[in-house]
């Protein structure tokens, strides 16, 4: 890799005068500057951004860590969050938690080695990384989490309205008649601690329901466990009638599953999903899902950082958004309703 001084020497010029093309080019002149330039290009130079913005006491490099890079939630994050930063001069690091502090606590090490500034962070379950979250805090790092707010967390941070997607979810499945309602996870404070399962058991309540003891099952909001886990609730001696899956992949292994079944929405059982990812739409029943306000939640939350660099005031507290229920085919009274009409 060429360095500036390689540059002086092909312009024929010090190394602060090629310094001072790239920081101050008025103060050269034109042959000069066109000597340098020159030189820039045949040896293809690229300027250490990152050491000149350490030099100057401030970073232009922000870390994004997603709980997991085939979500495509977090693709559309990343996207948006990305183009907001990239507008106001920042650069992004992507990295991935799975879910796990565990996991985590190394990735935001590694995101520290490279001197970012700040670091928005969709918090892995679990207390391992909590720590030194707060020691990048101490070091002038600015932290933001997103997606999920771990309890008693001080960070500023912004997700969805969960509980109340929650609940609108229960509500609408109660009035096509389902009593037999589960999500694809039960809470736990260790395994599963978001909030979305958390409040399942409140909603349930709210409509006069209980969650049967049987379809309580803690798993990961993943494909591959929403698929297992589907299979094990639908051959149960009383399946549940309708399905809650947390999250867009976990609603891929669900509708995996179902068709493995040989069974057929909404005939035979409802499927609702969170996430309105492009497929839901394109298969035969298209499938009912609450809709988060991605887009708007990554430019909220890409700005709240720009705002903490750049010395503008930041809100410290936790901040909701709301979802949009889309109504589509996957979901109709359960069986036995429709056999009584």
């Not at 991935?96 to 001197?115: C, I, M, T, V, W």
Request: aromatic share 6%; glycine share 10%; charged share 25%.
């Amino acid at each position: 890799m060429s360095t500036i001084q390689d540059v002086a020497r092909r312009a024929g010029v010090s190394p602060t005068t090629a310094k001072r093309a790239l920081r101050e080019p008025e103060k050269l002149t034109p042959e000069t500057l066109a000597r340098v330039r020159t030189a820039i290009a045949e040896l293809h130079y690229e300027p250490d951004v990152r050491a000149g913005s350490l030099r100057g006491g401030h970073s232009r490099t922000v870390g994004l860590v997603v709980g997991s890079i085939v979500e495509p939630f977090f693709a559309e994050f990343a996207r948006t969050a990305g183009r907001t930063l990239q507008a106001a001069g920042y650069t992004l690091i992507i990295t991935e938690n799975e879910y796990s502090a565990r996991q985590e606590l190394p990735e935001l090490q590694r995101l520290y080695g490279q001197r970012v500034a700040a670091v928005l962070v969709r918090p892995g379950y679990g207390p391992e990384s909590r720590e030194y979250l707060e020691r990048l805090r101490g070091r002038g790092v600015f932290v933001f989490e997103y997606d999920y707010r771990p309890p008693g967390s001080s960070f500023p941070s912004l997700t969805l309205d969960n509980a109340a997607a929650m609940r609108g979810a229960v509500a609408y499945l109660h009035g096509l008649g389902h009593t037999r309602i589960t999500t694809l996870g039960t809470y736990d404070p260790v395994v599963l601690p978001e909030e979305r399962s958390r409040a399942f058991p409140g909603a349930m309540r709210e409509r006069g329901l209980e969650v049967v003891l049987a379809y309580r099952r803690v798993a990961l909001p993943t494909e591959d466990t929403a698929y297992t886990l589907t299979h094990e609730l639908l051959g149960l001696p009383e399946p549940p009638t309708a399905l809650i899956a947390l999250a867009g992949t976990q609603a891929v292994g669900a509708f995996r599953a179902i068709r493995e079944r040989g069974l057929t929405l909404p005939r035979d059982l409802s499927l609702l999903t969170f996430d309105n990812y492009p497929w839901t739409a394109l298969v035969d029943p298209p499938v009912t899902v609450i809709e988060q306000p991605v887009e708007a939640m990554a430019e909220a939350a890409a700005r709240a950082v720009v705002g903490a660099l750049e010395g503008g005031e930041v809100d410290q507290g936790h901040r909701v958004m709301p979802g949009r229920l889309i109504v589509r085919g996957s979901c109709a009274a359960p069986p036995r309703e429709r056999a009584g009409r």
